[in-house]
């Protein structure tokens, strides 16, 4: 494999080399000898089986690979929407979606995006109708997620101190829903009690008259041991 770089500093320490499409990378792997790539490697895609390498099959195929980076500055744009708390109006519930994808995006920004809209519309209704949130509700929708989580950590370094007194609890909204078949989370230990009281309490969209939990339960009660996860350095815009 032979990789040129006109200019491998612009690059930084780790380049970053772009996802190759599926047709590409298919033909580079019926191209490879060696052994067998394990099952867990494979994909989903039933063809999706492929060598090893080092070598190729065929003696004398080599590959060369061009990476071409252009450094571009551009405008990112972080947008926000708040309803105001009636008892601790400077106490903020924060909800946020990356906005932005390498691709389609449907589970990681599209799923995101569409919850955090109807989440600010729902919330909004009820305020007309009268309810009254404890605390102010701000959502965030954030730009530049692909590159580093860069429109999130910028507003959060400006407001720091201010997010580290006044910022209750955050939501991460990225691949929010990825199936309906289980129900994982990874938050806080201490909003795993607040998480279990919610479930039991919403009604199941896939059977009538259970709530998500009693559902979880019927179909295999161990699963609610391994349901709640702590929250680490995941793949939300604010860490997860």
């Given at each position: 494999?032979?990789?040129?770089?006109?200019?491998?500093?612009?690059?930084?320490?780790?380049?970053?080399?772009?996802?190759?499409?599926?047709?590409?990378?298919?033909?580079?792997?019926?191209?490879?000898?060696?052994?067998?790539?394990?099952?867990?490697?494979?994909?989903?895609?039933?063809?999706?089986?492929?060598?090893?390498?080092?070598?190729?099959?065929?003696?004398?195929?080599?590959?060369?690979?061009?990476?071409?980076?252009?450094?571009?500055?551009?405008?990112?744009?972080?947008?926000?929407?708040?309803?105001?708390?009636?008892?601790?109006?400077?106490?903020?519930?924060?909800?946020?979606?990356?906005?932005?994808?390498?691709?389609?995006?449907?589970?990681?920004?599209?799923?995101?995006?569409?919850i955090l809209l109807e989440l600010a519309r729902a919330f909004s209704k009820m305020v007309e109708n009268g309810f009254k949130p404890r605390r102010s509700l701000l959502f965030a929708s954030w730009d530049a997620g692909e590159f580093g989580s860069v429109g999130a950590t910028e507003w959060l370094e400006g407001y720091l101190t201010m997010m580290h007194l006044k910022a209750?609890?955050?939501?991460?909204?990225?691949?929010?829903?990825?199936?309906?078949?289980?129900?994982?989370?990874?938050?806080?230990?201490?909003?795993?009690?607040?998480?279990?009281?919610?479930?039991?309490?919403?009604?199941?969209?896939?059977?009538?008259?259970?709530?998500?939990?009693?559902?979880?339960?019927?179909?295999?009660?161990?699963?609610?041991?391994?349901?709640?996860?702590?929250?680490?350095?995941?793949?939300?815009?604010?860490?997860?």
């Open positions: 494999e032979e990789s040129r770089e006109e200019n491998p500093r612009s690059l930084g320490a780790d380049p970053r080399v772009p996802q190759f499409s599926f047709p590409v990378s298919s033909e580079l792997y019926r191209r490879l000898g060696g052994h067998d790539a394990p099952p867990e490697w494979r994909g989903r895609h039933p063809s999706n089986i492929y060598k090893l390498g080092p070598t190729f099959k065929r003696a004398g195929d080599r590959l060369q690979l061009a990476v071409t980076t252009r450094m571009v500055s551009t405008v990112i744009s972080n947008v926000f929407g708040s309803i105001e708390g009636f008892a601790e109006p400077d106490r903020y519930i924060i909800f946020g979606a990356q906005r932005d994808s390498w691709s389609e995006g449907a589970a990681k920004s599209g799923v995101g995006t569409a209750v609890a955050y939501f991460s909204l990225d691949k929010a829903v990825l199936g309906d078949d289980r129900l994982h989370t990874e938050s806080s230990p201490l909003l795993h009690n607040l998480i279990e009281t919610v479930i039991k309490q919403v009604e199941s969209p896939k059977w009538n008259g259970q709530t998500i939990y009693s559902q979880i339960v019927a179909r295999n009660p161990d699963y609610v041991n391994n349901m709640y996860v702590p929250s680490g350095r995941g793949e939300g815009a604010c860490g997860g």
